[in-house]
């Protein structure tokens, strides 16, 4: 299983190579980890920074969190492109 943030209104969604509770965390600490990256722009992980960005972009939408299944069942339907 993989988890991502996911705006409901663009309908975007991203998926970071992280957990479920990383991501709940980092979306609470929005405003903290925003500045932590403003001073520290390396030694983040790449999640981090994906998840930042994302957020940041989709500022004052609803972003929830979400899941999807991994490997076995490679239904599209979706407008994701890009997974490997
Ligand atoms: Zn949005």
Request: proline share 1%.
């Amino acid at each position: 299983m993989q988890y991502g943030f996911q705006c409901e209104e663009c309908e975007q969604a991203i998926f970071p190579a992280t957990t479920r509770s990383e991501l709940a965390w980092l979306r609470d600490r929005i405003h903290v980890v925003r500045e932590v990256a403003k001073h520290a722009q390396t030694g983040l992980d790449t999640w981090m920074l994906d998840g930042l960005d994302f957020l940041e972009r989709h500022a004052g939408h609803s972003v929830v969190l979400v899941s999807r299944a991994t490997a076995s069942g490679r239904a599209g339907g979706g407008a994701s492109t890009g997974s490997a």
